[in-house]
């Protein structure tokens, strides 16, 4: 939808800013409001019959930390987090509330300010005042009371604010039905590969299937054995991994005075691991000296990596890009006898991660040992059957990540047209007075 703009506009002098329409005035927000801030309010205070919420520099629950009996607030105010990761985020709150000290608060001045006006203006100013810091960032009172903003007429503050309270209104539902998509088909991905690697494909195929079409003929199935896993196809066999690989061990131990190199070989950490994927291209590096002193660990196509530390059981293939580098602190399956993607596959279902939970320990990074890992239950197929298996989810899968990441990439599109949507009402590049009822 086009916008209509103001007859006239002025150089505001703030490049954020840019030019705002003829009568609006620039200000700072220390002349339109007080600025105060929250207090300490430990944890320990809070309260499962509370009354009164506690706003903290968190973003989940609206940012509420708890309730407790008593309240510092009883007013509308527009509060920000002044430290962290959301530094400089933006909300309004009413009625009787609390704010910790990570929170600052700003109260109107006079009449003449609309807070929702201001609310969505300080959600783009913010961002340009800001200062990096150890946690993340930091915009602290002194800060908050310098950024430059605008006054347009009472009415006028009103018009934009409810125009924006409509219009963001339908965005966010349609990046929460956008959201919910890709629950949805992350939901039937991992339901799909569950299925294919525990009960095979004969249920899954249409024998009209040109390429699968063979495996859609019934089967029978059998007790497994094991009571967690129920009823698996007549043929398969189970069997602990130390069964399968020639060799199960962990990553080396870095030493960074011989080990990392500028331009040699990749050199994978937990975090270049991701389900199905190793993000080579962004890893450390290793030279080859030190790859082939650790040979032990030294790649080979189609070995597998599992993270064990952080996110235990995510595992992915090593790809000829890797062939030769080495890994640090992740477990290492050796390619054997079976098909190296199906066996990825069901290390990535609840098979697998299942077995993980029941050994994993730590509070602060969840892990687990290499020992307990050699006697996970693995269900296996015969290997022209993980081949088929692996075709078929390689084909499937690519769909499905496909539709997630357009719609993904819908999400984002639609998240920065919010954005200008905001910074161009707020700043005046478009005129939205006079479009509905203002309140």
């Not at 609206?62 to 009996?69: K, M």
């Not at 109260?107 to 800001?130: A, C, D």
């Not at 131990?253 to 331009?263: A, G, H, W």
Request: with cysteine.
């Amino acid at each position: 939808m086009k916008y209509a703009r103001y007859p006239k506009y002025k150089d505001s002098g703030v490049e954020w800013l840019g030019e705002i329409p003829e009568g609006w005035v620039r200000s700072s927000v220390r002349y339109l409001f007080s600025i105060g801030r929250g207090r300490v309010i430990s944890q320990e205070e809070l309260i499962d019959d509370g009354l009164y919420p506690v706003y903290s520099s968190q973003t989940l629950n609206d940012g509420c930390l708890g309730y407790i009996e008593t309240y510092d607030f009883d007013c509308p105010q527009i509060t920000w987090t002044t430290d962290g990761a959301n530094a400089g985020t933006v909300f309004i709150r009413d009625g009787k509330h609390n704010c910790t000290n990570v929170c600052g608060t700003l109260q109107p001045r006079s009449k003449n300010i609309h807070l929702r006006f201001y609310y969505y203006l300080l959600s783009v100013g913010t961002e340009f005042y800001k200062r990096p810091d150890t946690n993340g960032a930091k915009i602290m009172n002194n800060e908050m009371a310098v950024i430059s903003i605008v006054i347009p007429s009472l009415p006028a503050q009103k018009a934009i604010a409810t125009f924006l309270d409509t219009e963001t209104a339908k965005l966010d539902g349609l990046i929460k039905d956008y959201e919910e998509l890709i629950d949805l088909l992350q939901e039937k991905r991992q339901a799909l590969i569950s299925h294919a690697v525990t009960r095979g494909l004969s249920e899954l195929v249409s024998p009209d299937d040109p390429e699968f079409g063979e495996l859609a003929k019934p089967i029978t199935f059998k007790d497994s054995g094991v009571e967690w896993t129920g009823e698996i196809p007549e043929g398969w066999e189970v069997t602990k991994l130390k069964y399968l690989s020639p060799k199960i061990c962990v990553g080396i131990v870095v030493n960074p005075s011989d080990s990392i190199s500028d331009d040699g070989l990749p050199f994978i950490y937990g975090g270049d691991i991701f389900e199905g994927k190793i993000n080579f291209e962004n890893s450390r590096r290793i030279s080859i000296e030190s790859s082939k002193k650790n040979k032990k660990t030294m790649l080979d196509i189609g070995d597998l990596l599992t993270i064990r530390v952080g996110a235990p059981g995510v595992t992915a293939v090593v790809p000829p890009e890797c062939e030769g580098g080495n890994c640090a602190s992740v477990m290492l399956v050796k390619h054997g006898e079976f098909n190296s993607h199906w066996l990825c596959y069901l290390f990535n279902t609840r098979i697998i991660r299942f077995q993980i939970e029941q050994v994993q320990y730590g509070a602060a990074q969840e892990q687990f040992n290499i020992s307990d890992a050699v006697n996970f239950i693995c269900i296996i197929p015969k290997k022209c059957e993980q081949d088929s298996i692996v075709s078929f989810l390689d084909k499937k899968i690519r769909k499905i990540d496909n539709l997630i990441s357009e719609t993904e990439s819908a999400i984002e599109l639609l998240k920065e047209h919010r954005s200008a949507l905001i910074t161009n009402a707020v700043t005046g590049k478009i005129n939205v007075e006079g479009m509905g009822k203002t309140r």
